[in-house]
């Protein structure tokens, strides 16, 4: 089994690897190819990944390559965890937002578009180079704005599942809470990517009890806590939101707390560098605890999963992915992309059942639907007028007075990676 990393460069790709190794049981991997533009860090990065076999007595051998064709011929997966434009474009996205007074962050309102429309364009190039060189081979996006990467492959026709770490983090968090096993823990995970809600928290699988009412009442503080959420709201809601919501549910006190500290960019550039350092020691065989401030808690356990699954080697029957709505949520466009529970096998992830939303919820679903399916037309076709009605219809912007001024500034900060600007 051959499985390629696009975005193999990155200071995160340590974690994947480490998963590929402890869990070779679930996924056996022959050969891993990480492949990076960025050639010093590819090779720092891949010396630490061999290490890192090497400690866990993996048989796989690691290889690295610039050449993005030879990366991935032979692949049965490639999975896309790039960032267009580093952490310099990130800093953008989370700090021009904030003089208008909106939410400057890099997946969701102006920052998440202008990631998007740097980002589709390069992914759909890469996803036609997989597919002539293998065209059965599946992609695993784990690249931001995952909802609309995912459906922006999906619509061109390639073999593709969206993943994100928010459910599994929520999981392993609950299962801790309640004192049992994280594969004992099912969550009722509904809405999109970035935007989701934990309707139940299920012992045993799908049909079993639901603790959820039992979690809140019994450590409801520290959930809220954990989402940085009121505890009041948590318990009127009797629901779990992702932390995510908070950009939603608190916008003013997060827009001021965003004026007055460091953005996450710089934090991570920060990380990075000193990450790098770190790898670049041949004595260093593992990966360090820096790596856990880095974001991404367990991608590669998702990662590991969701491919073993795909591959038909093993992993979980049911898995929280984003796939195609197909009438799963009624109110959505079918080719809508969705993140909930799924069932998945060789042939793709088909999602479970889903109970009726809550208007509460179903509102700002469809709501937010409607602006990635905008952000989406940008993307693909350019154009000042997309980009504004896109920035238009966002909750988080709205207003057309914002909407002229973001646009303008999006294209500004992001004209190198604009084919049409």
Not at 303 to 330: C, E, I, K, M, W
């Amino acid at each position: 089994m051959k499985l390629a990393v696009v975005g193999g460069g990155s200071t995160y790709t340590p974690e994947l690897v480490d998963g590929f190794a402890r869990l070779r049981g679930t996924l056996p991997v022959e050969e891993l190819v990480l492949t990076d533009p960025a050639a010093d860090r590819l090779e720092l990065v891949g010396g630490l990944a061999r290490r890192i076999f090497a400690r866990q007595e993996h048989e796989g051998r690691i290889t690295t390559a610039s050449d993005l064709d030879k990366a991935v011929d032979g692949a049965d997966a490639v999975l896309l965890q790039l960032r267009v434009g580093g952490q310099a474009a990130r800093q953008q996205d989370e700090t021009w937002p904030l003089e208008c007074g909106c939410v400057g962050q890099e997946t969701t309102g102006a920052g998440g578009l202008a990631k998007a429309l740097r980002t589709v364009p390069v992914v759909l190039d890469i996803a036609e180079r997989v597919r002539r060189a293998n065209p059965d081979a599946w992609i695993i996006d784990f690249t931001n704005p995952v909802g609309i990467v995912t459906r922006a492959l999906l619509q061109a026709g390639h073999r593709a599942v969206g993943l994100c770490n928010v459910a599994i983090g929520l999981q392993r968090k609950f299962a801790a809470l309640l004192g049992v096993a994280p594969a004992d823990v099912h969550l009722d995970h509904v809405g999109l990517n970035h935007l989701t809600w934990e309707t139940g928290v299920r012992l045993g699988g799908p049909g079993g009890e639901d603790v959820l009412p039992r979690l809140l009442a019994e450590h409801g503080d520290a959930v809220a806590a954990d989402l940085r959420l009121p505890r009041p709201l948590l318990d009127r809601l009797g629901v779990v939101p992702s932390y995510y919501l908070r950009y939603y549910y608190a916008h003013d006190q997060v827009v001021e707390e965003l004026r007055t500290k460091p953005s996450r960019a710089a934090e991570v550039a920060a990380l990075e560098r000193e990450l790098l350092r770190m790898y670049a020691d041949p004595a260093l065989d593992q990966k360090p605890a820096l790596l856990e401030r880095r974001g991404g808690a367990y991608y590669s356990e998702a990662a590991v999963d969701l491919a073993a699954a795909l591959l038909g080697g093993g992993g979980s029957p049911h898995q929280v992915v984003n796939t195609r709505n197909g009438g799963t949520l009624p109110f959505l466009p079918d080719d809508a992309v969705i993140e909930v529970q799924a069932a998945v096998g060789r042939e793709g992830a088909v999602p479970l059942p889903v109970a009726p939303m809550d208007r509460l919820y179903a509102g700002l679903t469809a709501s937010v639907t409607a602006y990635e399916e905008l952000a989406l037309e940008a993307a693909l076709h350019g154009g000042r007028q997309r980009v504004f009605r896109a920035l238009l219809a966002h909750p988080l912007i709205g207003q057309h007075a914002y909407a002229e001024t973001l646009a303008d500034q999006l294209i500004a900060h992001n004209r190198e990676h604009l084919a049409w600007a």
